[in-house]
């Protein structure tokens, strides 16, 4: 992205172990140590098999512990083997008291499936950092509902991306701001964003609890146990990847005829890729401030976070605070 971001990663190792949001206690999984272990799971499609050995070095040149699950580059057709592997696996990385965190190697499609296995009191029992995206929205919006905050951000496939990219960098050393984000967040810190103004923003004020992620995956869980939208006083960010313009406005409508839209307390626009535009909207930017224009509440658009390298860690659960205005955007997360 061409605009300017800036991060500040505010090191807060006394975070609270609770957080109030939505008029109940949403539990902040356990701060990491050095040499905790890591768990790293194939959550939706079969994964490229160096994504976990990416994954693996990667935590380990952060000072962790990287173990791998059993079924991880299991195959199911384009599974990462059938869901009771990978609902096995899931309880398997939640049940043990040696692991401290969960990271999922990639997305697709799939994690649904396994979702439907495991119970959200079972989630709640075992409040353990689950970081991903893309089709890992499912498993953040069943995080909500049970209770416990999780991670929005990039997988094993993207570290190794990061690391095949080293092999062809000037300057190979030079560190990656997503990475040391989710790094910092895992050891207790908390994220400041600030990005530029745009022109379709809408100025204002507002704070809530933080959910969100892939708009395709998310709208296709509404009304469900697992749906993070019947949370009133919510921020909602939204990304989505190969959808095209007539899809993404067919799930706005969705989601104005059920009046989710009506109560959200602000609305961060991320990023849409690979789309193809339809003859009323040659931009998804263009399309979707047109949809919102008539809602009095602050949206920032051209957010960092999607299926881009610069897709920053949002904490799901947290309580925010959205800043719009005229000379920036900012997204504070609560320090208590």
Known sequence: M???LTIMLVALMCFGATAEAQNK??????????????????????????YAKAGMKVLKEWGYTPVLSPNVNAKHGSFAGTP??????????????????????????GSIQQLQQIPLDTLAKYPKWIIGYSDITSVHSAMVNAGVMSIHAHMCGYLYEQEVNKLFSDNPDAPDSCSLALRNILAGGVPHYEVAPHKYNHTG???????????SVFCGMIGSEYDFLKND????????????????????????ILGVLDKVKGIIIGQFTDYTPNSDFKKMEDMLA?????YKIPIAFNFPVGHVDENYPMIEGANVTLNVKKSCVTLTFDEK
């Open 2 to 4: 061409k605009e300017k």
């Open 25 to 50: 206690k949403m539990v902040r999984p356990e701060s990491l140590k050095p040499g905790d272990k890591i768990a790293i799971l194939s959550m939706a499609s079969k994964p490229n098999d160096k």
């Open 84 to 109: 009771e592997d990978r609902a096995a696996d899931m309880l398997w990385a939640l049940r043990n008291p040696e692991i401290k965190a969960i990271m999922s190697t990639r997305g697709g499609y």
């Open 205 to 215: 004020k507002a704070s809530g609890m933080l959910v969100g992620g892939n708009l």
């Open 233 to 256: 006083n919510i921020i909602l960010f939204i990304e989505d990847v190969s959808e095209n313009t007539s899809s993404i406005n067919r799930m706005i409508q969705q989601m104005k």
């Open 290 to 294: 047109e949809e919102l224009k008539g």
